[in-house]
């Protein structure tokens, strides 16, 4: 299958600072990507949709300021939460797909906010 | 809307004995429907998914069933061993946009040897 990889896996970071998570499609080229939060023991929420060369489309109740996300080539997306604060400390998975179907997950990236 | 409702939320079963978890959706459009299991801090791993063209789907000891006029699709797992312990999660493709993928709250399911 498709690889995605994701960078750092983890991150401790102090209250008020900006975090940058990496998400590469490997072997492939993915103009869409989808950046998902998912808190302990709780699903996988759906962030936003990144899409190469134009903004990204957030999901209701997701902050498009606080969760900046660039997808400045084919294949990688980037997600900054800025001014972070411990409410933000989550895993944040990004994936991407070949084509309509199967979504390919990076590792994932847990953030913690001291 | 969007909606994907998953039952149930945890399952104990006994080694040998089947699963099954099912769910709902409520978007008549929705043409594919993947299912995840999740391990303890690790990425989600699709185990077996559905288009809307077939009914029925089946991988060794998984299987998953899908009835497009009810709106609902389950997983089985029949056999099932220690190593089956895991988060499962059905997804559904919602049309329209960029063919999202909402998530089930997740199935957390116990294999007792």
């Known amino acids: 299958g498709a690889v995605v990889s994701q960078h750092p896996s983890r991150v401790i970071c102090k209250s008020g600072t900006s975090v940058k998570i990496e998400c590469r499609s490997l072997d492939f080229q993915a103009t869409t990507m989808f950046w998902y939060r998912q808190f302990p023991k709780q699903s996988l929420m759906l962030m936003a949709t990144s899409n190469e060369g134009s903004k990204a489309t957030y999901e209701q109740g997701v902050e498009k300021d606080k969760f900046l996300i660039n997808h400045a080539s084919l294949t990688l997306s980037t997600l900054t939460v800025t001014s972070a604060h411990p409410e933000d400390s989550s895993f944040y998975i990004c994936s991407a797909r070949l084509e309509v179907g199967e979504l390919f997950f990076g590792e994932g990236s847990r953030l913690t906010v001291l | 809307g969007e909606n994907v409702e998953q039952h149930p939320s945890t399952l104990s079963v006994q080694e040998g004995d089947s699963a099954v978890i099912k769910c709902t959706y409520s978007?008549?459009?929705?043409?594919?429907f993947p299912w995840y299991k999740q391990e303890l801090g690790k990425r989600p791993q699709l185990i077996i998914d559905?288009?809307?063209?077939?009914g029925e789907k089946k991988d060794q000891r998984i299987a998953v069933t899908l009835n497009k006029t009810a709106k609902h699709f389950s997983l089985h797992i029949t056999e099932t061993q220690p190593e089956d312990s895991a988060v499962y999660f059905c997804?559904?493709?919602?049309?329209?946009?960029?063919?999202?993928?909402?998530f089930g709250a997740g199935t957390r399911l116990a294999v007792h040897p």
């Open positions: 997804a559904v493709m919602f049309s329209g946009g960029y063919n999202k993928l909402i």
């Open positions: 978007d008549s459009a929705s043409n594919y």
């Open positions: 559905i288009r809307s063209n077939v």
